[in-house]
C-alpha cells in the first residue's frame, strides 16, 4: 500500500522561505503523478502544485512564481519549494495524486506564516 509523508514545514516569516518533502513508499506508477494541496479550515483542499502530463510543473496563479514543484527518483520524494511566503499561504499541506483515484492522505504538514 501507498504511504505518502509530508514534512518540513514550520514557521517563516513573511517573504521567507520553506522547503516541503513528500516521501513516498509503496509502488507507484509515475512520481510526476503526485501533486501538492493545502487547506485551511472550513475550506476545501485546494492542489496548488502538480506536474504537467509532459512532466512540466505547473502551479495554480496564487503561488505561481513563488512556489515550484520538484521530484526526486533517487528519494522517491516529491518536494514543494516555497519562496516569498505570505500570510495567506498558511495552511496544512498534503501530497497526493493529482488525479483519479487518491491515495490514503499522509498527515500533512503545517505552515505558517507570520507577518
Known amino acids: 500500500q501507498v504511504q505518502l509523508v509530508e514534512s518540513g514545514g514550520g514557521l517563516a516569516q513573511a517573504g521567507g522561505s520553506l522547503r516541503l518533502s513528500c516521501e513516498v513508499s509503496g509502488t507507484i506508477s509515475r512520481l510526476d503523478g503526485i501533486g501538492w494541496y493545502r487547506q485551511v479550515p472550513r475550506r476545501s483542499r485546494e492542489l496548488v502544485a502538480r506536474?504537467?502530463?509532459?512532466?512540466?510543473?505547473i502551479c495554480v496563479d496564487d503561488v505561481r512564481g513563488r512556489f515550484a514543484i520538484f521530484k526526486d527518483n533517487t528519494k522517491n520524494s516529491v518536494d514543494l519549494q516555497m519562496d516569498n511566503l505570505k500570510p495567506e499561504d498558511t495552511a496544512v499541506y498534503f501530497c497526493n495524486r493529482d488525479t483519479g483515484r487518491l491515495y490514503p492522505w499522509g498527515r500533512g504538514t503545517q505552515v505558517t506564516v507570520s507577518s
Open positions: 506536474f504537467s502530463i509532459l512532466g512540466d510543473p
